[in-house]
């Protein structure tokens, strides 16, 4: 297998997390943006969005989809500071 199983956008949110980061492919350029997840359905997976992207800064068409662990923080942090 050239690259691991991603999970769905339901086990992100599951999780919490409610953004992913999205990096260029070709390792040179190493652009990236953050998106809202929001906007996947919950059965699709993180990797069947890679090929649709194309790099705004190369051109490069396909990205590396990950969850936006940060987006995760800010919940477990409301939970940490109740009393
Ligand atoms: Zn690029």
């Known amino acids: 297998m050239p690259h691991p199983t991603k999970i769905t956008f339901a086990e992100t949110r599951a999780a919490g997390v409610s953004g992913v980061l999205v990096y260029c492919s070709d390792h040179r350029c190493s652009h990236w943006t953050r998106l809202n997840a929001d906007q996947w359905p ?42």
């Open 42 to 83: 919950d059965d699709l997976r993180l990797s069947d969005v890679e090929p649709k992207f194309v790099c705004q800064a190369c051109g490069h068409r396909g990205a590396d989809v990950r969850p936006d662990w940060r987006s995760q923080a800010q919940a477990s942090t409301g939970r940490a500071l109740r009393t």
